[in-house]
């Protein structure tokens, strides 16, 4: 039977929500990473170092009691407002805990309306980050409401994150859930220590799986998916080998009544099978041996963590999907719900 053994690999983004539904989503990213970046979005959103490590007290203690033991580290962020202070930047790198800032221009998807309205009201911060060496995690997307949903990664490109680039030279950034050649070129073309997460979801899917057979609700996600040249370049960026692209799922769980909704959440949930799913993607590109670096090296070489030491094994077998999870009294649908995977992690 064929097996593949891989250093355990970390998922550098994801959304686990909180409370009932952390609980519900948590133990399918414990269960095959070592460590994840936490996304800070939640409602009210986490924007102070108080408010990361509290989080981060309830993530942990959802592991203790959860029905397996796990050895899972949480990542923390914050949330970047107009207001968040140069000091505040200081205290979180001084946590040991808090490993990032993320960057949602206001509006841009699910629970972004305090974030960032004017890019110039955080240049102190941002100084106070490339001085300190204190990564900025950008959702690159404009929000302007005239520009087409399917331009808002290549336009930030050149309106935000190029002039952000030179106004902060040595500002470590992360370029998150990139969808476009575009994004790719960009980052692999750039001197700037700039590298980008890559979605299972939107190495597997272009835009038709939408609209496949009726509007999909549940291929509904931002940035939006994007045609089948662009999910091209991401294969390719992913199996290069360049240590500026690694794994984030940006696995981001929503109620089936929020999803199947006249006004459907966006987000997709691939924590339960996201090793796979990335490991599928690599054995139709004939890159397995590129697998381990993508997934396990890239991202703890890039925030400066070192590598996990444990293993994990996958194996080539079928298994179906479930149709749904429980979720907090609703019903999570993952991705690929009802349909066979050839990979499973043992
Ligand atoms: O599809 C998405 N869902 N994209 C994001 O940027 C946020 C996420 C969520 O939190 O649901
Ligand atoms: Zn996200």
Redesign the pocket.
Known sequence: MKTLTLTKPDDWHL?VRDGEQMRAALPHTARQFARAII?P?LRPPVVSVAMALSYRDRILAALATAAQQYTFEPLMTLYLTDHTSPQEIIRAKESGKIHAVKLYPAG????SDAGVTDLAKCYSTLATMEKIDFPLLV?GEVTDPDVDVFDREGIFIDQVLTPMIRQFPALRIVFE?ITTRDAVSFVQESSHPIAATITAHHLLLNRNAIFQGGINPHHY??PVLKRETHRQALVEAAISGNPKFFLGT?S?P?AQTAKENACG????FTAHAALELYTSVFEQAGALDRLEAFASFHGADFYRLPRNQEQIVLRKENWSVPEQFEYAGDNLIPFRANTTLTWRMT
Not at 108 to 111: G, P, Q, V
Not at 265 to 268: H, L
């Open positions: 959304h996304m979005n841009a998807t699910t629970n959702h859930h996600c931002l940006d981001a929503h959440c966006a987000g997709i």
